[in-house]
């Protein structure tokens, strides 16, 4: 079972540059999730999505958008890249219809100069 | 916000010894979750616990919900050098509807010394 498949896995940019970070699930998942890890951080919550057509914002959303394309595909595009932006985003999903367990893909590693 | 304290931050052990870790709230969550995640790879989901005092096992693994439900306990028996690692625990509050609520402790980093 692929679970939750996040692309690229490793990505450099240069300060202001653009780019979109992919997530598809194939769990027949209704809820999606985008988290930031960081150091010391643990992982924090950038946006979610409970079901197809809504996203919310979560902990630290400044400087992120995100498009829940279907059921599947959850996107998370940074429109000018900064450097505080370094880090490793992670994309969940989860079955919704109230909290429930998360499952993670194997996360995207992020650079920006 | 709901915030979860875990501890400790880092452990180095020796090959064989036993692990203890734990999460702290000041908040009553419904339901603990232990998640490992290796070196250059997303957490996995570990252990789940939905009632107050529930004790569960995985392999060497074994985790408890706190009975006041504001902790949970994991504890890993006769550590291997495959158990390094980042655990986190994460707890779910049921808010009555709308998106899953997770939130996460920031890690035990799990370091063994062969």
């Known amino acids: 079972n692929a679970g939750v498949t996040q692309t690229p896995k490793f990505q450099v940019l240069k300060t202001g540059q653009s780019m979109t970070l992919q997530c598809a699930q194939d769990?027949?998942?209704?809820?999606m999730y985008w988290y930031r890890q960081d150091p010391g951080m643990g992982l924090r919550l950038i946006y979610y999505?409970?079901?197809?057509?809504?996203?919310d914002k979560g902990e630290v959303p400044n400087g992120y958008n995100v498009s829940r394309l279907n059921k599947r595909e959850f996107s998370l595009r940074l429109e000018s890249a900064a450097p505080s932006q370094t880090s490793v985003y992670f994309c969940?999903?989860?079955?919704?219809?109230?909290?429930?367990?998360?499952?993670f893909g194997a996360g995207t590693r992020l650079s920006v100069l | 916000g709901q915030q979860l304290n875990q501890s400790p931050q880092s452990m180095f052990i020796q090959e064989g010894e036993d692990v203890s870790m734990n999460c702290t709230s000041s908040?009553?969550?419904?339901?603990w979750l232990w998640y490992k995640q290796d070196p250059g790879e997303g957490p996995v989901l570990l252990i789940a616990?939905?009632?107050?005092?529930e004790l569960t096992s995985n392999g060497r693994l074994t985790a408890q919900f706190g009975i006041t439900r504001k902790d949970s306990f994991l504890n890993i028996s006769a550590s291997i050098p495959s158990d390094v690692g980042i655990y986190f625990c994460?707890?779910?509050?049921?808010?009555?509807?709308?998106?899953?609520?997770?939130?996460f402790g920031k890690g035990t980093h799990l370091i063994i010394q062969p």
């Open positions: 999505s409970a079901s197809e057509g809504t996203t």
């Open positions: 908040s009553i969550f419904n339901t």
């Open positions: 769990m027949n998942h209704n809820s």
């Open positions: 994460a707890g779910i509050m049921y808010s009555g509807g709308g998106a899953d609520g997770l939130t």
């Open positions: 969940a999903s989860s079955e919704g219809g109230g909290p429930g367990i998360q499952y």
């Open positions: 616990l939905y009632k107050a005092g």
